[in-house]
């Protein structure tokens, strides 16, 4: 199975890299692409030693950067990415830095609403790049609120009491670094953004110009149309196409790794492994999932 999006707890994911690499393995993922949000820390620890993998195991180098498009938060994965690439670095830690900004922000506000202790517990978790779902856990282990969803309605999501907008960097920027840094440039699951259809052809068009040259096509939760536009768009646009669980956490039993549906027929030939740079970086993909 073939596996190209998923967290640690460097960014927002509850395992670490060697726990995630487990059960990946454990599950029959046999190529995984490790992307936590605006970090690259796990490959670093991968590419020291400090983190083996398994020999049937294949780790592709992956990060998942948020961008900000027209007032809307939009996700590019890059893929076999070089890591020591110093633009990419550069552009990775402003974000976390954002990060930082924004989660001291919130924490200001969540004490305005009397809920005390945000940046002690952060200071205790293992993430190098700081998000909304620490926040939502944190207010989880406060008994402040019951459920995840509940963290983002009442105080994380755009009307939530503790919202705070990140001034993430642009498409361009984010493709930009990815390119420089020899990765490609994957659109991340293209229907859970807000958009009309005019406006998602433009995003496409748009993250195009700019250099991107993939979209997810298949992902966890999928519905079976959704997919099929998906796999059409993919094909009209000539872009390669990439599949993904987005797994974060062994207790979102509906994000499993690799449980993710087969590409269509129609952008099969368009399968991100047959990329001509996947030959040089990764091992063959005999059949997907
Ligand atoms: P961040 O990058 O820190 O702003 O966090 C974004 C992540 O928060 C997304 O990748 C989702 O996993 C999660 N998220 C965002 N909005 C919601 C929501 N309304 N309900 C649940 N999770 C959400
Ligand atoms: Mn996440
Ligand atoms: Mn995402
Ligand atoms: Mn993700």
Redesign the pocket.
Known sequence: MIDLHSHTWL??GHLGPAQLIARAESVGVRHLAITD??CIAAHTQIQSGAVSVPQSMDIISGV?I?TVWENQ?I?IIGLLVETENSNLNQLLESQQER?RD?AGAIDKKLQRAGICGLSAYLSEQPCQ????????DFLISQSVVSS??Q???RY??KRGNAYVS?SWCTIDEAVAAITAAGGVAVLAHPDRYPLSKPKFKRLVDEFCAAGGEAIEVSYSNLNPDVLKNLAVICHEKSLWASVGS?F?SPDNTWMEMGRIRRLPEICRDRAIWLHPRWARLARPVEAQT
């Open positions: 960014s927002d949000h605006d998942e948020s938060e996700h990060r924004r790049a700081v998000g909304r779902n620490h926040v939502a995840k969803q963290a983002f309605t994380l999501a990140a987005d974060h």
